[in-house]
T-cell receptor
Framework: DVKVTQSSRYLVKRTGEKVFLECVQDMDHENMFWYRQDPGLGLRLIYFSYDVKMKEKGDIPEGYSVSREKKERFSLILESASTNQTSMYLCASSFFLSGLAIEGQFFGPGTRLTVL | SQQGEEDPQALSIQEGENATMNCSYKTSINNLQWYRQNSGRGLVHLIL?????REKHSGRLRVTLDTSKKSSSLLITASRAADTASYFC??????????FGQGTRLTINP
């Protein structure tokens, strides 16, 4: 069974704090993703990574950065948290797809972040 | 950018009834996926249907795909209370990125 774990289920931070959200997967997946989920807006991709030290911007990267130093770990960093970053953050992983290979993504349980 | 859009946004039925959710998408696809999300949790991959398939089954789930209409449907038969969740369709944008719709919230009443 693929396991994707996230460091916290609930997190409360203050405006201006630096926030680290950690994600670890145990299936040797090349791809890892960070989404945020907000009511009425669905899931939006923040960043993804298809290899160690590689990263690609998603649809809403502003205010976020990421780090992928090891294959199994993908960190999302909020350099200076703001109230509009209060959200549910979801990490996912998948194999790198080539040719006709198609796979689903495996999600972690989510981190509900509140910025006060 | 949103590729898939689910319909209806919310659905409430009695336990034992069938539930049907629809997804429409805009551009051509290689495959379409359905995911479930229980309240406050991560998404779980349910089923994937390729563009050359018209119908696929997995237990009580039946997915259809009509590429000419750019639409898919997810049918859950003999619904149970545990099926209460949000259901999302997703398609690939580029080689590695999935784009999700906003989901259908399904409530099964006992």
């Amino acid at each position: 069974d693929v396991k994707v774990t996230q460091s916290s289920r609930y997190l409360v931070k203050r405006t201006g704090e630096k926030v680290f959200l950690e994600c670890v997967q145990d299936m040797d997946h090349e791809n890892m993703f960070w989404y945020r989920q907000d009511p009425g807006l669905g899931l939006r991709l923040i960043y993804f990574s298809y290899d160690v030290k590689m990263k690609e911007k998603g649809d809403i990267p502003e205010g976020y950065s990421v780090s992928r130093e090891k294959k199994e770990r993908f960190s999302l960093i909020l350099e200076s948290a703001s109230t509009n970053q209060t959200s549910m953050y979801l990490c996912a992983s998948s194999f790198f797809l080539s040719g006709l290979a198609i796979e689903g993504q495996f999600f972690g349980p989510g981190t509900r972040l509140t910025v006060l | 950018s949103q590729q898939g859009e689910e319909d209806p946004q919310a659905l409430s039925i009695q336990e034992g009834e069938n539930a049907t959710m629809n997804c429409s998408y805009k551009t051509s696809i290689n495959n379409l996926q359905w995911y479930r999300q229980n309240s406050g949790r991560g998404l779980v991959h349910l089923i994937l249907i390729r563009s050359n398939e018209r119908e696929k089954h997995s237990g009580r789930l039946r997915v259809t795909l009509d590429t000419s209409k750019k639409s898919s449907s997810l049918l859950i038969t003999a619904s149970r209370a545990a099926d209460t969740a949000s259901y999302f369709c997703a398609t690939f944008q580029g080689a590695q990125k999935l784009v999700f719709g906003q989901g259908t919230r399904l409530t099964i009443n006992p």
